[in-house]
Each structure stands twice: as structure tokens, then as C-alpha cells.
């Protein structure tokens, strides 16, 4: 289990650092944070397959899709 959060830890440190190079910097390099960014999503594929925490995540994804949804219909009615 420590070397799979670990490895999330790492990825996510490398794709933050790439951003960071990326907007503050000025060096842009969107090919190697697309790279970074599927690092740090099979991490926490694994990290979920390995908690055993499939249902709860798609739980979780479907309420947040939900309150978007509702965010922007707020805001288009408000807009009105």
C-alpha cells in the first residue's frame, strides 16, 4: 500500500511541477503534462482498485457531474 500512494504522491509532484514550469515559467510543454496527467490517473486508478473503492468513486463522480449541472443551470436561469 505505501508504494502505491507513494507513487500517487510522485506523480502528482511531477505534474505540479510541470504546471508550474508551464504558467509561471513560460516554458510550455503540453505533450509532457498530458503525459503527467495520465501518470497521475493510473495512480489513482490504483490506489481505488486497491482500497476497493470502485462504487464510492463513481458515487462520488456522479453527484459532482449532478451539482455541475445545477451550477450551470443556476447560472443560465440567473442570467435570464
Request: net charge negative.
Amino acid at each position: 500500500m505505501d508504494e502505491i500512494v507513494g507513487r500517487v504522491y510522485e506523480e502528482v509532484s511531477e505534474l505540479l511541477f510541470e504546471i508550474s514550469k508551464h504558467f509561471y515559467r513560460n516554458k510550455p510543454n503540453k505533450l509532457l503534462i498530458a503525459h503527467e496527467i495520465a501518470d497521475v490517473w493510473l495512480a489513482i486508478e490504483n490506489l481505488v482498485e486497491k482500497l476497493g473503492i470502485q462504487k464510492e468513486v463513481q458515487l462520488a463522480k456522479k453527484e459532482l457531474d449532478e451539482y455541475e449541472a445545477n451550477k450551470e443551470l443556476a447560472k443560465d436561469i440567473k442570467s435570464k
